[in-house]
C-alpha cells in the first residue's frame, strides 16, 4: 500500500506486529504504531497518549486523527477542548465522526489500491484466447469467420475507419489485428508516407498478413508479435490504437493500456470498437463471452490514463468510442 511505502522510504519499519514506539510531540509522548494503516484497520487509535492522567483529549476519551501520508493533526487546545462537560461530550463525538470517517476513507483507499495490482496481475478472462493458440490453427478457417457479408463490422469497415478520422502520414496500430480484415482500409487511410502496423498475438495471422501486403505490394505495412500483458510497441511511436472487438480479448487489460498509453505519442487516440453488451438485449453467446459492457470498458481505459472524447453512432450491434491519451 502507498502509505506503507511511504513509511519504508522513510527509514521506518513497517512490518505488521511491531512493537510501538514512543516518540516526543508537543511536549508529549505518544506510543505510535510504526504502520498506521495497521492500527487504523485494526480498530485502533492511530496515537494513544502514555501521560494520560494529564491528557485532555485522553479524558474524553478523543483520539488524535493522523493523516494518510503519516503526519498527526495539531493537538487539541485548551480552546477547543474545555472543562465544561457538555462541550468536552460535543467535541468528542465530532472528533469521533472525523475518526470514523478517516478510518473508513483509508480502508477504501487501500481496498481500491490493492484491487488494481490484484487485477493486474490475474487475468480477467482466462482462456479466451486458447482458440487463437491452438498450433493447428487455420487461418482460413478464420478469414471464413472473420471476412465475411453479414458481420457488421466487415460489412461497414470502409465507414467505420474514415470515421476514425486517420491523417496522411500518421501511424496506426491494429491491435488484435487478426486477419488483417481492416489493414488495407487503414493502409490508404495513412497514405504512403505513413504506417500501419498490425499487432497481434498469433503468429499465423502475422505472416498471413505480411503476406498480403507482399502480394498487393503496400510497403507501409509492418507486423509486432505482441503477448497477453504488452503490445510491444515502442515508446512515442503511434498516433492511433485502432481496437475492433478485440478489447474484450485483453487477459490484463490494465497492463495492455499502460503498453499503449507509453507507445502513443502526445494527443494520441484509442479508437474502440466492440460489441454492446446488455442485459436482455443482446444475445446468450455475447453475455457469456463478453466479460463488460461500454460502461466498464470506458472506466479502464479511462482509469488507465485516457479521457473519452467522443461516442460515435454508426453501428447497431457494436459501439464506437474515442479516447485521447491523458499527460501529467
Known amino acids: 500500500m502507498f502509505i506503507a511505502r511511504a513509511n519504508s522510504e522513510a527509514g521506518e519499519d513497517v512490518t505488521p506486529g511491531i512493537e510501538p514506539q514512543p516518540v516526543s510531540l508537543a511536549g508529549r509522548s505518544l506510543a505510535l504504531h510504526r504502520n498506521p494503516v495497521i492500527r487504523l484497520l485494526e480498530g485502533a487509535d492511530p496515537a494513544d497518549s502514555s501521560n494520560g ?28 477542548v474545555v472543562d465544561s462537560t457538555h462541550s468536552c461530550l460535543r467535541t468528542a463525538g465530532a472528533m469521533r465522526i472525523r475518526s470514523d470517517m478517516n478510518r473508513t ?72 489485428a487478426g486477419t488483417g480484415l481492416f489493414i488495407p482500409e487503414l493502409a ?47 515508446p512515442n511511436s503511434i498516433d492511433l490504437a485502432f481496437i475492433c472487438v478485440t478489447y474484450h480479448h485483453f487477459e490484463f487489460p490494465m497492463q495492455t493500456l499502460k503498453s499503449l498509453h507509453r507507445a502513443l505519442r502526445t494527443g494520441g487516440e484509442i479508437y474502440l470498437i466492440d460489441f454492446k453488451r446488455i442485459e436482455d438485449e443482446s444475445s446468450d453467446w455475447i453475455m457469456k463471452h463478453v466479460r463488460a459492457g461500454e460502461e466498464v470498458f470506458t472506466r479502464e481505459i479511462e482509469f488507465a490514463g485516457f479521457k473519452r472524447i467522443e461516442r460515435i453512432k454508426l453501428l447497431k450491434d457494436n459501439y464506437i468510442v474515442r479516447f485521447r491519451k491523458q499527460t501529467g
Open 53 to 80: 492522567a494529564n491528557d485532555n483529549r485522553r479524558a474524553c476519551k478523543l483520539p488524535l486523527i493522523r493523516a494518510p501520508v503519516c503526519k498527526p493533526f495539531r493537538q487539541p487546545t485548551p480552546n477547543n
Open 105 to 176: 476513507i483509508l480502508l477504501l483507499t487501500s481496498l481500491i489500491i490493492a484491487t488494481g495490482v490484484n487485477a493486474a496481475d490475474k487475468s480477467v478472462n482466462s482462456g479466451i484466447n486458447k482458440n487463437f493458440l491452438d498450433p493447428k490453427l487455420k487461418v482460413g478457417a478464420w478469414v471464413e469467420r472473420f471476412e465475411r457479408e453479414g458481420r457488421e463490422v466487415f460489412d461497414h469497415r470502409a465507414k467505420i475507419v474514415e470515421r476514425a478520422g486517420i491523417k496522411p502520414g500518421s501511424t496506426v496500430a491494429d491491435i488484435g
Open 188 to 234: 490508404d487511410a495513412v497514405g504512403d508516407q505513413g504506417k500501419v502496423v498490425a499487432v497481434d498475438i498469433v503468429p499465423k495471422f502475422l505472416a498471413h498478413i505480411a503476406g498480403r501486403a507482399t502480394e498487393t505490394g503496400a510497403k507501409n505495412i509492418d507486423t509486432v508479435s505482441c503477448t497477453a500483458k504488452s503490445t510491444r510497441l515502442k
